[in-house]
T-cell receptor, first 116, second 115 residues
């Protein structure tokens, strides 16, 4: 049990589909994050939620829509994606906003998304 | 803007040997945090070691140690007595405490440990 669980592990979707990625953490953390990991690129921070409130939207296109119903769950709703959106989407959590000092980020295993 | 550079896309080492992964960064801040994360084939990113810039002593975690050269803005990771389970992607990351939501990652180094 990693503490941060992401589903599905793999997702293939067409450009007109609507799907969602789910992240759940069992660590009692209050901050949750979505990162995008593309081949040969640095990880890109997409969204940050702190105590269910979105505190960061890193210029992400509106075809990605996050939802954080409570501190333990984070969703990423996907619609009308493009092939260049194919990537590994990583969820992470930390005790509170920021991951330095004792508040280190704990990551999930990611959802591998392929857009056809 | 801060940047993190990992100049070695791939490295390999024989089991039980020592390997050093390099990382350089660029910042005008004097206080910050540096991290090494490991991403094995299972894909879960795991924290290996972290360093606070105001601490002169190099961080150590069992077989993992860093060589932190603040003036040179260098933060290399040394893995001693390499094990097969060390095979993974290794990412160097930077965090500015004044902007603590953003972990800035390098592009990673793929390490292969051979028996």
């Amino acid at each position: 049990e990693t503490g941060v669980t992401q589903t599905p592990r793999h997702l293939v979707m067409g450009m007109t589909n609507k799907k969602s990625l789910k992240c759940e953490q069992h660590l009692g953390h209050n901050a949750m994050y979505w990162y995008k990991q593309s081949a040969k690129k640095p990880l890109e921070l997409m969204f940050v939620y702190n105590f269910k409130e979105q505190t960061e939207n890193n210029s992400v296109p509106s075809r990605f829509s996050p939802e954080c119903p409570n501190s333990s769950h984070l969703f990423l709703h996907l619609h009308t994606l493009q092939p260049e959106d194919s990537a590994l989407y990583l969820c992470a959590s930390s005790q509170e906003r920021g991951g330095a000092g004792a508040n280190v980020l704990t990551f999930g295993a990611g959802s591998r998304l392929t857009v056809l | 803007a801060q940047t993190v550079t990992q100049s070695q896309p791939e490295m390999s080492v024989q089991e039980a040997e020592t390997v050093t992964l390099s990382c350089t960064y660029d910042t005008s801040e004097s206080n910050y945090y540096l991290f090494w994360y490991k991403q094995p084939p299972s894909r879960q990113m795991i924290l290996v070691i972290r360093q606070e810039a105001y601490k002169q002593q190099n961080a150590t975690e069992n077989r993992f140690s860093v060589n932190f050269q603040k003036a040179a803005k260098s933060f290399s990771l040394k893995i001693s007595d390499s094990q097969l389970g060390d095979t993974a992607m290794y990412f160097c990351a930077f965090m500015n405490p004044a902007d603590t939501d953003k972990l800035i990652f390098g592009t990673g180094t793929r390490l292969q440990v051979f028996p």
